[in-house]
């Protein structure tokens, strides 16, 4: 998702970085900051913070340090819940806001999650609402909910 610049990142300086805090990894991952640790000035007068960050989309691990003063790029991240009305082997269908069928590819990378979907939209007896996560150009189901029919 864009920010309201049309830009998907934005600068922040590493020494206000906070844990819960996007970032983007190795120029092109958007990540969650798990751990920051700042050590202290040294010699050359900047102090270090070490940054240990886990991928949004596929939960892989990603550790970088960088001067206090450097600014990293953060991703703008927004999360939506939508009406899913099928699923197949790869992709899941739902609803927009706009009522218009989409598709997202399911998080095969994740096999609890879509086993988890699966048994509950095959059981057939709630409705289920998927949340989709979007950063950077891409997009992906990072969670569901149901909801008893009415």
């Not at 991952?29 to 102090?47: D, M």
């Not at 939960?59 to 927004?78: A, F, L, Q, R």
């Not at 609890?112 to 939209?121: D, I, P, S, T």
């Not at 969670?143 to 008893?148: I, R, V």
């Amino acid at each position: 998702m864009m920010s309201a610049t049309g830009e998907p990142m934005y600068p922040k300086q590493a020494g206000n970085l906070k844990k819960g805090d996007y970032i983007v990894m190795k120029d092109v991952f958007p990540c969650k900051v798990t751990e920051i640790s700042t050590s202290k000035t040294g010699k050359h007068g900047h102090a270090k913070c070490s940054i240990t960050a886990v991928d949004i989309f596929t939960g892989k691990k990603y550790e970088d340090s960088c001067p206090s003063s450097h600014n990293i790029m953060c991703p703008n991240v927004s999360r939506t819940d939508y009406l899913l009305i099928n699923i197949d082997d790869e992709y899941a269908f739902y609803f927009d806001q706009n009522d218009a069928e989409q598709q997202v590819r399911l998080p095969l990378e994740n096999e609890e999650l879509v086993a988890e979907l699966r048994a509950a939209f095959d059981a057939g007896d709630k409705t289920i609402m998927i949340n989709i996560q979007r950063a950077m150009n891409t997009e992906g189901i990072v969670a569901f909910k149901t909801e008893a029919n009415k």
